[in-house]
């Protein structure tokens, strides 16, 4: 799971502030598996937080996710709330594994973190094509 702040350049008429980024605009809220599929969507105005926005996710694709067994995440999702909001949505035996970095401000190779960024490229590069 994870989350990207953008500027909202299209006319639209909601957008919010991400404090933490110092973006206006909208936030990017997705869900992949480990080949980087996407299952769980959702766009909201960007002062809405990574934990509110991935429940909001997981929430409306919960159809589809009857299968998933562990959620990982970044340290943005930390937090017993969190992880009891992705209990009662999905089911109580799912787990949520935080990547935690073990040094700050040194380069380290994450396992299973790379996916949710392709595909966040792949969705800025699909805009660039269309002249955004």
Known sequence: MDAQSVKNTDTAALKGYDAGKKVSGIKRHIAVDTQGLPHAVAVTTAEVTDRNGALRALQRCKCGLKRVQSLLCDSGYV????????????????????????????????PQRWVTGIVNDMLFLSQADRGV
């Open 79 to 110: 937090g017993q709330p969190f992880a009891q909001g992705v209990k009662d949505i999905l089911a109580e035996h799912v787990t949520v594994q935080i990547a935690k970095r073990s040094e700050l401000h040194t380069f380290k190779v994450m």
